[in-house]
């Protein structure tokens, strides 16, 4: 049974966008097991990790495992003062990645942390700031999309124009508890910000990608602890609606209810309505079908009904483009004012949840 904090996929791309060693980074803090795949990912794209930083040996073990060229240091500080290291990746507890960005952009290098990228309006606040005074990049993995062919599948149909304009995402994000498996800091609320400003996160980032938009209203906000009262502190149902400066609007619910019985850790979807057409996005299971069939993306339009299973052809090009962007000073991977915008909606629809929670 799959569990979704080591739901780590990786995309070779077709060819890695560096040469060796051109692309140094380090790996720190894998309190999420979500690094493993940033790792992996920005390796295959050409990166060369050098520097492992984590206490624990067995996860330390698993990063060193990824490239035979890393070495494991004692001290994170070690790794801000090697000049060769161009990017740190991360995925320490949440309330703690700001601060850890904080010290990698001061040590002037580019940081990359799994999401949520904060836990509060004022993380957000101080990371801009230091930001603008280094120029250093603030990275963020919303793995939803950019760790899914369907995902990024989908986007390329709307820039492709298949549906015509998009008037609303419905964002649909049911993970598994597995409560026995989960660390201590999972279930305090200051520690992982809420289950909006955490998994809710990865819904804004879609529908600020799909339909264009730089900012929203909100117009809903809820969170609960509708069946966990061992976990007082958990929320294990969220939801909340926007709607964009163009008009279109978003529906997104996030939950931790996936039952025992799915294949795999979640029947994450996406339904996207256009002005001519329609796309739904499967990500990871098609119910009730023999095999798993993840990647699947079903789209209607004007020209038919078309059912199209991806896996294997549209890859992770976030990950390439990352490097490039480090490389070069561009912004063609995601903006820094998407990234910060994405984490400052889920941190104000979890703000307003928080005033009228259940």
Not at 29 to 49: E, K, P, R
Not at 91 to 116: H, M, S
Not at 167 to 182: E, M
Not at 300 to 316: I, K, L, P
């Amino acid at each position: 049974m799959q569990q979704g904090q080591d739901y780590a996929p990786v995309m070779a791309p077709t060819k890695p966008v560096c040469a060796p060693g051109e692309f140094v980074i380090a790996a720190a803090f894998a309190d999420h097991g979500h690094l493993f795949g940033m790792v992996s990912n920005l390796i295959a794209a050409g990166a060369t990790l050098g520097y492992v930083y984590e206490p624990d040996d067995a996860k330390a073990n698993k990063l060193l495992a990824l490239d035979p060229a890393a070495k494991r240091v004692a001290a994170f500080d070690v790794i801000l003062q090697v000049p060769e290291v161009r990017l740190v990746a991360a995925a320490a507890i949440p309330n703690l990645r700001a601060g850890i960005g904080i010290e990698v952009l001061q040590a002037d290098k580019d940081y990359f942390t799994d999401k949520c990228p904060f836990t509060t309006l004022d993380q957000l606040e101080g990371v801009r700031q230091v930001v603008a005074a280094t120029g250093r990049k603030y990275a963020v993995c919303y793995s939803e999309r950019v760790q899914n062919e369907a995902a990024e599948h989908a986007r390329f149909l709307i820039e492709q124009g298949a549906i015509g304009r998009v008037l609303q995402v419905i964002g649909l994000g049911p993970h598994r508890l597995s409560a026995s498996l989960r660390p201590d800091w999972f279930f305090n609320k200051e520690a992982y910000g809420g289950i909006l400003c955490d998994l809710g996160s990865h819904q804004v980032e879609q529908f600020l990608t799909y339909t264009g938009n730089q900012d929203a209203a909100i117009t809903l906000a809820r969170v609960a602890n509708l069946a966990n009262p061992a976990h007082p502190e958990l929320e294990d149902f969220g939801e909340y609606a926007l709607v964009g400066d163009n008009a279109a609007s978003a529906y997104c619910r996030v939950d931790w209810f996936t039952p025992g019985g799915l294949r795999t850790w979640g029947d994450g979807r996406t339904l996207i309505t256009g002005t001519q057409g329609m796309i739904e996005c499967r990500k990871y299971v098609d119910l009730a079908n023999p095999e798993l069939i993840e990647n699947t993306v079903l789209l209607v339009n004007d020209a038919g009904e078309h059912r199209q299973s991806v896996t294997g052809q549209v890859g992770y090009p976030f990950f390439a483009g990352l490097i490039l962007d480090c490389l070069n000073g561009t912004e063609h991977a995601m903006t820094q004012a998407h990234a910060f915008k994405a984490a400052e909606l889920s941190l104000a629809v979890q703000a307003m949840a928080d005033g009228a929670r259940v």
